[in-house]
């Protein structure tokens, strides 16, 4: 008896090893909001870590930027600053490896660099944290000017300046995400003056907070978040100049996007609106909703958020629908420890991970490609070739439910309205599927009109008939 | 049995029905008959409250989905029908409960017949509302969201009316009954929790005495 079972024991094995293998690592949400699996959109395709540089490990690495084929690195435990091109093979040569600037012929060494930006010109931009400035750089790394604690009312005296994020917008000015700043983004202009700021989040709270605050005790109290505006995590320009903005609360708007007088101009036509994971548990001492760590925005308005949590990337279409969501924490590749910055590069995704001291690059798969493609197609107007492509893609994903409203969309314009309700009411599309249906309606009562005049006509002479020959009838056998 | 060969009492039972029309646009002077008159009788409230079950789940299955979000994976008819015949229960048995000691002068099945002749445009309104929603658009929806309101509003104002009429009330001492009424629900069903988890307890508590006692003396 106890051969057969240890017999059973390992004939069952392997199988339990090959249904132990993680399978949900990419995933979507639909109407009821609930996770479905879905083929893979990004793959991991380079793991980049100091050592393989040749540089030594990184140390707690907290800013990344790309820029045409040019990755930075900010390895601000090592008070540095790393620069990589890629080259047309895909492999990551490192460039050049900065730790001071020299200012007025003094050399001066970063001190916790935090983020860096490449503008249009190629100058450089740096958040030198610890050292309480923000440096512009020329594209050669000289020295153009600084920008420290601003001499401003509305900066508190014995508060430090302490730039953490930064975007320089097609006019050249400056937007500086700083710590314990909660009136938005600091704005300069392009001399390096302090403007003002812009953007701030909006207070937000509950009305069953506000009483649980004001009946706690003052060693509550301090536990509790406090009522002000919530500091933004990570800034990002996309391609129209537009600042994406993203917070880490787990309160508020998790992304935004600002226009230049700082009001949020993010489209929210999905499912739900863009904050990351819906449902989600308490498993492994993970608990609570996404918080967005970074954002970056694609060429088509996509953009994708990075997710503080569950180390997960979100990817969102220009109307807010999430197009696939992937990754987790562990120590794999793929996964992460601690996500830090997120970048793109074409379509390709960078994504930093400040504990595991490692750079992910994830390239699109072909399935990925395709959303992206019929995407495209969408918003440049040609939705037959987008339908098209959805086809292809529901081939590999049933349920894809984007795929099927854009079929549905085609279909609307090609004039097969009952083809569109049809797909539209399968994924619960109701503003398509209520124009499918005016439309459909339209058409079907131009078609049968005249049968309803008929039954109509019918039920009204018919009676009148009866009753005048019953009438004449009458009035003959009284005659 | 008598009844379902009597030619009379199937008559009362259409009269008793049709009665409840006039309930619907006569409130203060239909639920006075209605009890006082003895115009309305305790077959044709069961009826309405079956076909307002009825109603409940076809309203549920057949809107069109521009107007109801409901999951068909998770759909309970069970639950439907237990989401309209408990509360009605509970009203009737709190409400008689609350107005024995507020001097009501309804019993328990007046209080059930007004509750169930009050469904009546609920009823009425929510099948039109079925077929109507099958033939306008999203951009129309708001006429289906005013209807929706005006069943809700015209059954709560008959409730109201009924309770009122029954009892012979006064406007605010109905008011103030019906709010307590809903307390008195919530007491009820509290206590029923209460009890049946204490019940459970119980009988776990036995079952693993009769299990440990197998396991010892045996």
């Not at chain 1, 314990?180 to 704005?187: A, F, S, Y």
């Not at chain 1, 506000?210 to 391609?239: C, G, H």
């Not at chain 1, 992460?336 to 960078?350: N, R, S, T």
Request: charged share 20%; proline share 2%; net charge neutral.
């Amino acid at each position: 008896m106890k051969k057969i079972s240890l017999l059973l024991l390992v004939c069952i094995l392997p199988l339990l090893h090959v249904f132990s293998e993680p399978t949900k690592y990419t995933y979507n949400y639909d109407f009821w909001s609930e996770q479905v699996v879905s083929p893979d959109a990004y793959r991991p395709s380079a793991y980049i870590l100091g050592t393989s540089l040749g540089v030594g490990n990184f140390r707690e690495p907290q800013g990344l930027f790309v820029r045409g084929n040019r990755v930075y690195i900010c390895d601000s435990g090592n008070n540095r600053i790393l620069k990589l091109e890629v080259n047309e093979e895909g492999e990551h040569n490192l460039v050049s490896v900065v730790s001071s600037v020299i200012i007025d012929g003094d050399e001066s060494p970063f001190n916790y660099p935090m983020d860096i930006f490449e503008n249009r010109d190629g100058c450089l931009y740096i958040t030198d944290t610890n050292n309480h400035r923000v440096l512009k750089l020329d594209e050669d790394w000289n020295f153009v000017y600084s920008i420290t604690k601003p001499d401003d009312e509305s900066f508190e005296e014995n508060m430090e300046f302490l730039p953490v994020k930064l975007v320089v917008d097609f006019a050249g000015r400056i937007f500086v995400q700083a710590r314990n700043v909660n009136k938005g983004l600091m704005e300069f202009d392009n001399r390096g003056e302090f403007v003002g700021y812009m953007g701030a989040n909006k207070v937000k709270f509950n009305f069953i907070d506000y009483i649980w605050k004001s009946i706690s005790t003052q060693a509550q109290r301090e536990r509790m978040d406090l009522f002000i505006p919530i500091e933004y995590s990570n800034v990002a320009l996309d391609n129209d100049g537009f600042v994406y903005v993203s917070n880490s609360s787990g309160q508020a708007d998790p992304v935004r996007r600002l226009n230049a007088m700082g009001q949020d101009i993010l489209i929210r036509n999905g499912y739900e609106k863009p904050i990351g994971d819906l449902a989600y548990g308490n498993a492994g001492g993970i608990l609570g909703r996404s918080r967005f760590i970074d954002v970056t925005a694609f060429e088509n308005d996509s953009y994708a958020c990075f997710d503080r949590t569950r180390g997960r990337i979100f990817m969102y279409d220009f109307q807010g629908n999430l197009l696939y969501a992937f990754g987790s924490v562990g120590n794999k590749e793929g996964y992460f420890l601690q996500p830090v910055a997120l970048e793109k590069m074409g379509y390709a995704l960078y994504a930093l991970d400040s504990r595991a001291s490692a750079l992910t690059r994830f390239d699109l798969t072909g399935y990925g490609q395709m959303i992206n493609t019929a995407l495209n197609e969408y918003k440049a107007g040609r939705y037959e070739s987008s339908a098209e492509i959805w086809e292809q893609v529901l081939k590999m994903n049933g349920n894809y439910d984007l795929a099927y409203i854009g079929i549905g969309r085609a279909a609307l314009r090609q004039g097969d309205y009952q083809k569109a309700m049809k797909y539209y009411k399968l994924k619960h599309f109701r503003v398509g599927y209520g124009k499918a249906f005016q439309l459909y309606r339209k058409q079907w009562m131009e078609e049968n009109l005249w049968k309803i005049l008929l039954i109509l006509g019918i039920l009204i002479i018919v009676p009148a008939l009866i009753k005048y020959s019953i009438k004449i009838g009458k009035e003959i056998r009284e005659a | 049995m008598i009844y379902f060969t009597d030619k009379a009492w199937w008559q009362h039972l259409r009269d008793t029905l049709k009665y409840s029309l006039y309930v619907c646009t006569h409130p203060l002077d239909g639920f006075w008959d209605l009890v006082h008159e003895k115009r309305g009788s305790i077959a044709a409230a069961n009826i309405i409250v079956f076909v307002a079950v009825v109603v409940e789940i076809l309203r549920l299955t057949l809107t069109n989905f521009l107007f109801i979000s409901i999951n068909m994976e998770f759909f309970n008819a069970i639950i439907v029908v237990m989401r309209i015949i408990l509360p009605i229960f509970l009203w009737t048995v709190a409400n008689w409960g609350l107005t024995t000691l507020m001097d009501g002068k309804g019993k328990m099945v007046d209080i059930y017949m007004a509750i169930a002749y009050a469904l009546t445009p609920y009823v009425i309104i929510n099948a039109v509302m079925i077929v109507l929603s099958r033939v306008i658009t999203f951009e129309e929806g708001a006429i289906y969201w005013v209807l929706a309101g005006f069943a809700v509003l015209w059954t709560g104002m008959l409730i109201l009316a009924g309770m009122m009429m029954i009892h012979d009330y006064s406007l605010t001492k109905t008011i103030l009954s019906s709010l307590l009424t809903i307390v008195g629900m919530g007491v009820i069903v509290f206590v029923f929790v209460v009890f049946f988890s204490l019940v459970s307890d119980a009988v776990a508590y036995f079952i693993s005495l009769y299990k440990e006692i197998l396991f010892r003396v045996i």
